[in-house]
Structures are given as structure tokens and as C-alpha cells.
């Protein structure tokens, strides 16, 4: 590790929420902090909007604490950074160790400075201007180029220290989880719901995942494979709490009572009753799911409104208007898609109709739907529901 070598991190919208910010930045900071604990002892704080994390001893793993930064909500970008003294010589001392190598490799180069300490004698086009030419004649061999240079040197004067960077690299983005609100995701084993959860976690919703299982008809190796695909969340979102969720009862009940063209669409109404209990157990205010207008027959626009018929609370689809290839680009990108392909049943494919309905009336469903005592199904369902902390 670099001596010295820390993180700054920048804030996005975060900085534009006015009151709310002190309680947001409050929250990042935690975040950060506890995404930072499994690489080390880090101390992190923030000043003028940027926060501060920096190793604590020289056993802290820099590379998976990089990694773990930029997967945090509300960061919008990650510099790796060097502090020294606020001196136009310790500026370019620390350049020329730090960058040696960024320098050995570009043709050309340019300073660019910020002062976050309104005091500092020098203004920013000083200050580059200054770095810069004393930069030029360690180098001889790379040219200043102010337009479009192989290498940016950033000098940014802060409180205590300056502090020296190559460019910043994106971060997540989004707003920090637990600004966002408390709600139920409904976690399936496939591409969409995992998307998603992390579309909304990334909006600062806390998660509860919900799960469905049908024994004998679903496999313990899918209900793994849907825990694991929330141990891979977790690297954004911290620790999960999943509901496993007993619906083997619920599924034989309409196959021998209802119309097969509604199996599907009283299945998913079961499933919105039962996650919507869950949330008011829990104080969730949403429902999320990966439904996309349009993919399969349940989710025809006539079939979402008989889903929605038994919810109260707002129902979140993130991927309502995503198409199958940009869901799956995401999932690459977010490294929930080598699992999600995996081959195990959901209970979704258990009992599909030959031909389902895609422009269901919700008096029909209703009506099919009466032949079930709906309250005791899903009391029997709720009183077989066990719960279990995933963690990173
Ligand atoms: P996915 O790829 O997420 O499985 P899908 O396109 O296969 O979605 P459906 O199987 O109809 O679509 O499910 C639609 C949504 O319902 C899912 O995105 C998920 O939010 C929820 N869902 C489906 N099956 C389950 C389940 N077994 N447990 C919890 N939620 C489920
Ligand atoms: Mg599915």
C-alpha cells in the first residue's frame, strides 16, 4: 500500500436534498463505514460534502476497500487519493512519488485544482499553473496539454491537507439505503427480480425480501440459489432479511378449485396478500417486483391491475418499461446473472397454464377466486414463514 494512500468520495443528489442533507450525509457516512469494516480499520468522516476514508493501519486491504466503495449508494464518484502539506513544493513532491508511474505512461498532461479552502492564498488556476510547470520540467518527456491529455492531475486544497489524484472513477450513484424508505421485495430465483431489488435499494429503499417456495414441487436448491442471490445484494444493500414463505398449499388449493387461465393471476394475487402481510408486520410501506409490461401474460397491463386489486400499498416495478436485454445487461453488470440462469424450478413454472388469460377482468377473477377461504390459506402460509439473516 502507498503511504498514506485514502478515498475521497463524492456525493451526488445527496447534496442537493436542502434540510435533509445533514441526516443524509449522516447515513452515507455510515455506510460507508460499515461496507469499509471487512477490509480493515478505516476512519471515515466528512467535510465540505466529500467524505473522508482513510486506512487506520497497514493491514487494510485497499483493493477490496476500493471495490467496496464504489458499490455504496450515494457515492457518485471514488478518487484514490494522497494528502500532504498545503505547499506548492509538497504538491509536487507528492505528484511525482504518487503518479511516477501514471507519468511513465502518458505523452501528455494537465493539473487540475480545486480549493475547498476559500483562505488558500492561491486560486485554483494558480495553483495548477504553479504544479503544473514544475510538473513539466520533472517530465520533460510528457507536454502539457489543457484540452485532452492522457493524464489529469487533480489538487484539491481541503481543510487540513491538499490531497493529489488521478481521475475519479464512477461510483454507484443513487441515494444511501435507508433514506429511501422500508419495503418488501419480491425475490423469485430468475433475471428480473434481482434487478429489481438492487433499482430500488439503489433509490435508498431498505429491502425485506420475500420468497415463495413449494415443496415437494420447488427444490431446496432453488430456495439456495434465491439466498444466494441476496448474499450477492448484500455487498450493496448490507444484510437481508429473506422471508421463506410456505405456498405449496395455496398453489394445489387453485389447481383443484379455479379456472386454469387464472392459475397464474390468483397465485400472484396470494403473493401480494401474503408479502403485503409481511410488510405491515414490518413496517414496510411498498411492495417491489420485477414485473415488465408486457413479458409474460401476467403482466399484461389488465393482468397487473388484478394484481394490484388486493394491495393497499403502492407496488414499485422498477423494470416496468425495461426490456429482457437491458435487464440482463443490468444483472451482468450488478453480478446476479450466473446465478439467476442457474436451472432450478421457481413455483411460478409449478402448475403453468396451457392458455393463460391476458386480458382478465378482475369481477372474473374474483369470482373464480371465491371458492377459496383466501384468509385461511394465507394464515396457514404466514404461520409456516421463517426468516433468515443473510450478511455479506
Ligand atoms: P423473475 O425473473 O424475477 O423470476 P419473471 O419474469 O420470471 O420474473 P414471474 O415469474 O411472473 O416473472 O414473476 C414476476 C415477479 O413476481 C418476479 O419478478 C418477482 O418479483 C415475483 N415472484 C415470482 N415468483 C416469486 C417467488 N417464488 N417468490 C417471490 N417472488 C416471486
Ligand atoms: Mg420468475
Known amino acids: 500500500m502507498r503511504q498514506n494512500e485514502m478515498f475521497l468520495l463524492k456525493l451526488g443528489e445527496v447534496v442537493l436534498k436542502g434540510l435533509n442533507r445533514r441526516s443524509f450525509e449522516d447515513r452515507l457516512v455510515a455506510n460507508v463505514a460499515r461496507r469499509l469494516k471487512s477490509c480493515g480499520s478505516f476512519q471515515v468522516y466528512i467535510r465540505q460534502s466529500t467524505i473522508y476514508a482513510e486506512p487506520a493501519m497497514d493491514s487494510c486491504d485497499m483493493e477490496a476497500a476500493y471495490a467496496a466503495v464504489r458499490q455504496v449508494f450515494g457515492v457518485v464518484s471514488v478518487a484514490r487519493a494522497v494528502p500532504c502539506e498545503k505547499t506548492v513544493e509538497a504538491i509536487v513532491q507528492t505528484a511525482k512519488d504518487y503518479l511516477a508511474d501514471a507519468f511513465r505512461s502518458a505523452k501528455s498532461f494537465k493539473v487540475e485544482s480545486k480549493r475547498a479552502d476559500k483562505n488558500y492564498p492561491l486560486n485554483s488556476i494558480q495553483i495548477s499553473q504553479a504544479v503544473g510547470g514544475e510538473l513539466a520540467e520533472a517530465f520533460p518527456d510528457v507536454a502539457v496539454d489543457v484540452h485532452d491529455p492522457d493524464l489529469t492531475v487533480h489538487v484539491e ?80 444493500c448490507g444484510r437481508l432479511r429473506v422471508h421463506i414463505v410456505p405456498f405449496t398449499e395455496i398453489q394445489e388449493e387453485i389447481r383443484k378449485n379455479c379456472p386454469e387461465e387464472y392459475f397464474t393471476l390468483i397465485m400472484r394475487r396470494f403473493m401480494m396478500r401474503l408479502a403485503q402481510a409481511l410488510a405491515r408486520r414490518a413496517g414496510a ?31 414499485l416495478r422498477p423494470l416496468i418499461g425495461m426490456d429482457k436485454v437491458e435487464i440482463i445487461k443490468m444483472a451482468r453488470e450488478i453480478g446476479t446473472y450466473n446465478t439467476s440462469i442457474l436451472p432450478y424450478e421457481d413455483c411460478c413454472t409449478v402448475f403453468t397454464p396451457r392458455h393463460p388469460a391476458t386480458r382478465p377482468k378482475v369481477e372474473d377473477v374474483r369470482a373464480a377466486e371465491a371458492k377459496l377461504d383466501v384468509e385461511a390459506l394465507m394464515a396457514r402460509s404466514l404461520e409456516g414463514e421463517k426468516w433468515i439473516w443473510v450478511k455479506p
Do not use: C, N
Not at 481543510?159 to 441515494?175: M, N, Q, R, S, T
Not at 413479458?295 to 386489486?309: C, E, I, K, P
Open 157 to 236: 486544497i481541503r481543510e487540513k491537507h491538499a490531497y493529489v489524484h488521478a481521475p475519479a472513477v464512477p461510483g454507484a450513484g443513487g441515494l444511501p439505503v435507508g433514506m429511501g424508505g422500508h419495503a418488501v421485495s419480491l425475490l423469485s430465483g430468475g433475471l428480473d427480480s434481482p434487478v429489481s431489488s438492487w433499482m430500488m435499494a439503489r433509490r435508498g429503499v431498505e429491502l425485506e425480501m420475500v420468497h415463495f417456495v413449494s415443496p415437494p414441487y420447488t427444490s431446496r436448491q432453488a430456495e439456495d440459489k434465491v439466498l444466494e442471490l441476496a448474499r450477492l445484494l448484500t455487498v450493496y
Open 285 to 315: 410501506k411498498a411492495l417491489i417486483t420485477g414485473e415488465s409490461l408486457g413479458q409474460v401474460a401476467s403482466q399484461t397491463m389488465m393482468a397487473l391491475g388484478v394484481t394490484d386489486d388486493v394491495t393497499e400499498l403502492p407496488v
